[in-house]
């Protein structure tokens, strides 16, 4: 009985990890978001890309144009993610890597930031 009571008392050390993992969480939560945001983000700018180049899809590319274009695309989206973030080289990188990622390695990753499985 003496523990369970000992157990339902809060202390400042119990009150501030119960805070860092309420902050946590909400990070994680912020950060899949800002995973979906740079997917857009990528989306958008290959969209420019193909326009620039004179294309309208991607399909009219070959395998070594598209290679190109998925390379300037995402360089391009990087910049884009640095410029407004105010993120490094390597975070952006990592940013929107993980956006260009195979659906269920994003997923993974999302669900293991967030608790969705």
């Known amino acids: 009985m003496a523990t369970a009571a000992m157990e339902q008392r809060a202390t400042p050390e119990s009150a501030a990890l119960d ?4 902050i946590a969480a909400a990070r994680a939560g912020l950060d899949a978001r800002l995973v979906e945001a740079a997917r857009l983000v990528v989306a958008v ?3 420019a890309v ?3 180049k004179g294309f309208t899809s991607v399909e009219e590319l ?3 144009q598209r290679a190109k274009w998925r390379t300037e ?11 407004k973030l105010g993120m490094g080289v390597t ?27």
């Open 91 to 117: 975070e952006a990188r990592h940013l929107v890597a993980l956006a260009c990622a195979p659906a269920g390695v994003r997923s993974a990753v999302l669900g293991a930031w967030t608790g969705e499985r």
């Open 45 to 47: 700018t290959g969209a």
């Open 73 to 83: 695309t995402k360089r391009a989206a990087c910049a884009e993610v640095e410029l």
């Open 19 to 22: 805070a860092l993992g309420t």
């Open 50 to 52: 193909l326009a620039q």
């Open 62 to 64: 070959t395998q070594g």
